[in-house]
Structure formats: C-alpha cells, structure tokens
C-alpha cells in the first residue's frame, strides 16, 4: 500500500490542522494506522494509532484531549485533527500502516509496515 499524507502548514499557538492521509490499494480496512512525528534533532515519536475497524484509538498522552485520529474507509483515508496546537507540536508528520492485528503495540514504529513522505508542521508561538 503507499500512502500520501497532506495537510500540513503553518499555524499559530491555539490554533487546529487537519492532517489527512491517503492509501492506495482496496485493502485499506485491513491495516491499522498510527501517526507519528519527528521534530528536529529529536527522534520520531508516536502520536495516535487506530484499528482497522476504528473501534479502537489511542493517543500519546502529551496529545490526548487535543488530536482525534479517525479513519474513513469510503475514502481510503486516515485523519488526524488537532486542536490547541503547541509549539512543541512542530515537526514532521509521518502516516503509517500495519498489516498485523492492532493492540498495545500500536506506538512501536516496528509494528509498521508501510510509511507515507510526512507532511511539516510548524506551531508558531
């Protein structure tokens, strides 16, 4: 599957984004999805992971209450909305797929199977 993630820009502290990303392929309800994010000179972190079913979500705890990760399997597409962004936000945002069954593992970047070309960020204080 190759995914495509857009959404991406400049927004100022307290304001929202709406990341989207989109697979290619028909089998798009059989992977589970997580965003991730590396901003500079740190590593890549998890953000938010959900199941195929998107029955079950979860989140980093310095993003819960603030991103909603929701899939729509009409569109072949995995959103990320968020809300009261931070300038610890910034960086670059990375959509993933993986074929094995959704669990606690879901923060683990060697879960996943597939990446998309990440999409930037940036949160201006």
């Known amino acids: 599957v190759q995914l495509q993630a857009s959404g991406g820009g400049l927004v100022q502290a307290g304001g929202s984004l709406r990341l989207s990303c989109a697979a290619s392929?028909?089998?798009?309800?059989?992977?589970?999805m997580g965003w991730f994010r590396q901003a500079p000179g740190k590593e890549r972190e998890p953000v938010a992971g959900i199941s195929r079913s998107g029955g079950r979500t979860d989140y980093v705890d310095s993003v819960k209450g603030r991103f909603t990760i929701a899939r729509d399997t009409t569109k072949n597409t995995v959103y990320l909305q968020m809300n009261s962004l931070k300038a610890e936000d910034t960086a670059v945002y990375y959509c993933?797929?993986?074929?094995?069954?959704?669990?606690?593992?879901?923060?683990?970047?060697?879960?996943?199977?597939?990446w998309g070309q990440g999409t930037l960020v940036t949160v201006s204080s």
């Open positions: 993933a797929a993986a074929a094995r069954t959704y669990g606690s593992t879901w923060s683990l970047s060697a879960v996943y199977d597939y």
């Open positions: 392929g028909r089998l798009f309800s059989s992977y589970a």
